[in-house]
């Protein structure tokens, strides 16, 4: 059985909503990535990736996104006490809030960031470039 996690790209002029996991954190705590998490069981339900995203959102840094919420692209991995898990980006548009780090036990701290500040940035792991990498070619796509 998978683990399911879902992860929101958050663009606004010209950076990207970048959180520093918390070293708390049981997978890749310390490092650079989008806001996130798991999806919770919720029975039968509609939209619950997107409900998932803009939940994770809000409850680790306060930020609000729009409706559109665009899938970007999943991929699988394992963590390091062998749970497998999905995980799926989605772009969404900023909506309103101001980011901060709400969730301390997730969230070491909370940026907005240029592409290029992501990419040199000494704690950004590959496949979190990977994510920005599609991310913004989603985003260009939808302009």
Request: aromatic content about 8%; overall charge negative.
């Given at each position: 059985m998978?683990?399911?996690n879902v992860e929101?790209?958050?663009?606004?002029?010209g950076?990207?909503?970048m959180?520093t996991r918390s070293?708390?954190?049981e997978?890749?705590?310390?490092?650079?990535?989008?806001?996130?998490?798991?999806v919770?069981?919720?029975g039968?339900?509609?939209d619950?990736?997107e409900?998932?995203?803009?939940?994770?959102?809000y409850e680790?840094?306060g930020?609000?996104?729009?409706?559109?919420i665009t899938?970007?692209?999943?991929?699988?991995?394992?963590?390091?006490d062998?749970?497998?898990?999905?995980?799926?980006?989605?772009?969404?548009?900023?909506?309103?809030?101001?980011?901060?780090?709400?969730?301390?036990?997730?969230v070491?701290?909370v940026?907005?960031?240029?592409?290029s500040?992501?990419?040199d940035?000494?704690?950004t792991?590959?496949?979190?470039?990977e994510?920005?990498?599609?991310?913004?070619?989603?985003r260009r796509k939808l302009?």
């Amino acid at each position: 059985m998978f683990i399911v996690n879902v992860e929101g790209a958050v663009h606004k002029d010209g950076q990207w909503l970048m959180i520093t996991r918390s070293l708390k954190e049981e997978n890749a705590g310390g490092t650079l990535s989008f806001v996130g998490g798991k999806v919770d069981k919720e029975g039968s339900t509609l939209d619950i990736l997107e409900r998932t995203v803009k939940r994770e959102l809000y409850e680790e840094v306060g930020v609000e996104v729009k409706e559109r919420i665009t899938y970007v692209y999943s991929s699988s991995f394992v963590t390091g006490d062998g749970r497998p898990v999905i995980n799926m980006v989605f772009l969404c548009e900023y909506d309103g809030g101001t980011p901060y780090c709400k969730s301390p036990d997730e969230v070491d701290s909370v940026q907005w960031m240029t592409l290029s500040e992501i990419r040199d940035h000494p704690q950004t792991p590959p496949w979190t470039m990977e994510s920005v990498r599609r991310a913004e070619e989603a985003r260009r796509k939808l302009k």
